[in-house]
T-cell receptor, first 116, second 113 residues
């Protein structure tokens, strides 16, 4: 049973446009959400996170939106750049309730391809 | 400041054998977590060590075990290897048990034949 789902295995976006990556979760105990970026032959790199007490968090070109009632979050990248081409993982944690002892639950990832 | 380093980078083992993977934490970090990433999947939590004690464990059998040393480096041991153990094994270190402070290593690619 997948608790974190990224239903788009890949996404192609033109350079300069907005990239929107989606993520759904089923576990209502999740209270902290993160996005990671992964290049081939490298470990995941933290991108941005959001606590369940917020519905939006921004960091430069990256914005994460959280809709708790729909159990849905999305990552917006504006404008998209060639260096953004990578696999993006959505991850969740029952951090406040569980103290992080269950680690992170990851989705399967979305391969973002930025076309020149 | 050095990041998280893992060794070896690649490894081939035969079914039934045992393997030890190693991880050096980022300087100043006292918590290590291990993840298994099978092909086409996201990383899956194996366990976490905080100050040399296992602090949490995912849905992995007991043949997956670990250690954390006083310098906060860590080992992942897998006994009785199975073909399905073939995966990328990722180590992440952090300061404290907070999941938002992870720094991941580049991983060890284990192939079981």
């Amino acid at each position: 049973d997948q608790q974190v789902k990224q239903n788009s295995p890949s996404l192609s976006v033109q350079e300069g446009r907005i990239s929107i990556l989606n993520c759904d979760y089923t576990n209502s105990m999740f209270d902290y959400f993160l996005w990671y970026k992964k290049y081939p032959a490298e470990g995941p790199t933290f991108l941005i996170s959001i606590s369940s007490i917020k519905d939006k968090n921004e960091d430069g070109r990256f914005t994460v939106f959280l809709n708790k009632s729909a159990k849905h979050l999305s990552l917006h990248i504006v404008p998209s750049q060639p260096g953004d081409s990578a696999v993006y993982f959505c991850a969740a944690s029952a951090f406040v309730s569980g103290g992080g002892a269950d680690g992170l639950t990851f989705g399967k990832g979305t391969h973002l391809i930025i076309q020149p | 400041e050095t990041g998280v380093t893992q060794s070896p980078t690649h490894l081939i083992k035969t079914r039934g054998q045992q393997v030890t993977l190693r991880c050096s934490s980022q300087s100043g970090h006292n918590t290590v977590s291990w993840y298994q990433q099978a092909l086409g999947q996201g990383p899956q939590f194996i366990f976490q060590y905080y100050r040399e004690e296992e602090n949490g464990r995912g849905n992995f059998p007991p043949r997956f075990s670990g250690l954390q040393f006083p310098n906060y480096s860590s080992e992942l041991n897998v006994n009785a290897l199975e073909l399905d153990d073939s995966a990328l094994y990722l180590c992440a270190s952090s300061l404290g048990r907070e999941v938002y402070g992870y720094t991941f290593g580049s991983g060890t690619r284990l192939t079981v034949v």
